[in-house]
């Protein structure tokens, strides 16, 4: 019987494919055991077949982004010997800056590689040009091999690639053409723009000889050299572009440029300077456990803060919170003052509030964990002490969503705040409570 020679035959092939197409074979089978006839079968034989192809497919997808990923982690391998080559030299990618009288001690000093990596802009006289030189024939050649298929082989570009010649005296047309010929008014552009961000999806790739020629080829593509026509470091100030006098300053005196161009203040240009708020509320500080080269700042090494609620001459008597807020949204405030309800069988705020079946909540941004005199708190609030964890709006908002999953034992029964905007009208309202 067909159906039988069926059966056996998707039987075979139903086990090894996976997931969708294994129903989808199943349910084959079930209805190709209800002896349909021949051409339903045959047409079942088919969809074997399809489902066989794409497994297929599917599993050279899968070998191709396996590869993507062997590559990707290899980078990863190399970055992380970089590190460890690094720090065997004795760099200490992580050592504090020294400590000055003025700043805050804060990062560290530039690797002189760092900056020579970052240092590559050449200015219009030609200062930051690195030695070197390159005509006309080896520009062709590099252009064909590494700029032509997007550019096109004299410059002309490709379907909708910008054409880098051409168009001249067509700048004040309703289209103009503006090419590297027609437009730009410094050569230091071309060389800059081309050694720094081209070729597309491989920039800096291109060696300074490469760059030097297949600048001078751009400028034989577009007539303004000859074709025995050599650029170096040499001669490059004294070319001048075509459009070099099309762009002219704008100093009408209601322009900015009026503005800039004074001197600028380089000192004391405010009378006095002052923080006002730390960067861990403003969640741009890593957590504590994240790996990272950056310093960890510690809380004894961080300098203090003055509020930007505190006059600068209240002469330190009187006590400010650092963490008071920069300008609270009386709107959020009031919403959270209004969810606080859920909390004020437990706990009090405001002046002279006393400590409830739960602790007082005043100054709470900025506070030790588990620090309120007198209140008897669970052994996980006393070992958060202990370490040293204070409350900020990170901290706060994952207790006050979860208190049970984020402070394992902690003796406060309450299930947690659902809503998003509930928790950070909370928070807020929390923030302008103080001592
Ligand atoms: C894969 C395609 C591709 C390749 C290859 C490529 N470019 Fe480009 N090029 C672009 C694109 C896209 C832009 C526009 C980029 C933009 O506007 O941000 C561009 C812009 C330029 C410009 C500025 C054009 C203008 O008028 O704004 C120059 C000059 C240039 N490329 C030169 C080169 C040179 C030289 C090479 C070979 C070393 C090269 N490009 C290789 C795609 C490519
Ligand atoms: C049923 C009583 C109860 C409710 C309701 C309650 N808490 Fe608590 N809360 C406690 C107790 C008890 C503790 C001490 C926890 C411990 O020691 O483990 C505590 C601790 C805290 C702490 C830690 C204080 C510190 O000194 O480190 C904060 C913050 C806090 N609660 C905020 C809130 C907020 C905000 C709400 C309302 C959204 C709320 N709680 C609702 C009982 C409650």
Same mark, same amino acid.
């Given at each position: 019987?067909?159906?039988?020679?069926?059966?056996?035959?998707?039987?075979?092939? !139903?086990?090894?494919? *996976?997931?969708?197409?294994?129903?989808?074979?199943?349910?084959?089978?079930?209805?190709?055991? %209800?002896?349909?006839? #021949?051409?339903?079968?045959?047409? %079942?034989? #088919?969809? !074997?077949?399809?489902?066989? %192809? #794409? *497994?297929?497919?599917?599993?050279?997808?899968?070998?191709?982004?396996?590869?993507?990923? @062997? +590559? &990707?982690?290899?980078?990863?391998? +190399? %970055?992380?010997?970089? @590190?460890?080559?690094?720090?065997?030299?004795?760099?200490? &990618?992580?050592?504090?800056?020294?400590?000055? +009288?003025?700043?805050?001690?804060?990062?560290?000093?530039?690797?002189?590689?760092?900056?020579?990596?970052?240092?590559?802009?050449? &200015?219009?006289?030609?200062?930051?040009?690195?030695?070197?030189?390159?005509?006309?024939?080896?520009?062709?050649? !590099?252009?064909?091999?590494?700029?032509?298929?997007?550019h096109g082989d004299f410059a002309e570009g490709v379907d909708n690639w910008p054409v880098l010649a051409g168009g001249f005296d067509t700048l004040a047309d309703k289209d103009p053409v503006k090419t590297v010929g027609s437009y730009w008014p410094y050569l230091s552009t071309v060389w800059d723009y081309v050694h720094r961000s081209m070729p597309f999806g491989e920039a800096q790739t291109l060696t300074a000889d490469e760059t030097y020629a297949i600048v001078a080829y751009i400028l034989y593509s577009n007539d303004l050299v000859d074709d025995d026509f050599e650029l170096s470091h040499e001669n490059f100030s004294s070319f001048d572009m075509y459009n070099k006098d099309g762009f002219v300053v704008d100093d009408r005196p209601d322009r900015e440029y009026a503005r800039w161009s004074t001197e600028p203040c380089m000192e004391n240009c405010k009378p006095s300077v002052e923080i006002t708020m730390r960067a861990t509320f403003l969640n741009v500080t890593p957590e504590e456990g994240d790996e990272t080269l950056m310093n960890h700042a510690a809380v004894e090494d961080a300098p203090t803060f003055v509020a930007n609620t505190a006059t600068t001459d209240s002469g330190g008597d009187k006590e400010v919170p650092d963490t008071a807020p920069l300008a609270a949204d009386p709107a959020l405030v009031a919403a959270g003052e209004k969810v606080f309800k859920k909390c004020k069988a437990c706990h009090a705020v405001g002046d002279g509030a006393k400590n409830k079946s739960g602790p007082q909540l005043n100054g709470l941004m900025g506070r030790m964990m588990g620090s309120v005199d007198g209140f008897k708190y669970s052994k996980a609030f006393k070992a958060a002490m202990e370490e040293g964890r204070v409350w900020n709006e990170v901290e706060l908002t994952a207790f006050l969503a979860k208190p049970k999953a984020y402070m394992k034992g902690t003796k406060m029964s309450f299930a947690g705040i659902r809503k998003d905007q509930d928790l950070t009208a909370v928070i807020e309202f929390l923030r302008t409570t103080s001592e």
């Open positions: 019987m067909g159906s039988s020679r069926m059966s056996k035959s998707l039987n075979q092939i !139903v086990l090894p494919v *996976a997931g969708g197409t294994a129903l989808a074979l199943s349910v084959a089978l079930v209805v190709a055991n %209800l002896d349909y006839g #021949q051409n339903k079968i045959s047409s %079942l034989e #088919q969809r !074997v077949e399809q489902a066989t %192809l #794409q *497994a297929e497919a599917a599993g050279r997808k899968a070998s191709e982004e396996a590869a993507v990923v @062997a +590559d &990707l982690q290899a980078k990863i391998a +190399d %970055l992380q010997a970089f @590190a460890k080559e690094t720090a065997a030299r004795g760099t200490d &990618l992580t050592e504090k800056a020294p400590k000055k +009288d003025t700043g805050y001690g804060l990062g560290r000093e530039a690797l002189i590689a760092e900056i020579a990596a970052w240092d590559v802009d050449v &200015l219009p006289d030609g200062r930051g040009l690195p030695a070197g030189r390159g005509d006309v024939f080896t520009g062709e050649e !590099v252009f064909a091999d590494k700029c032509a298929s997007c």
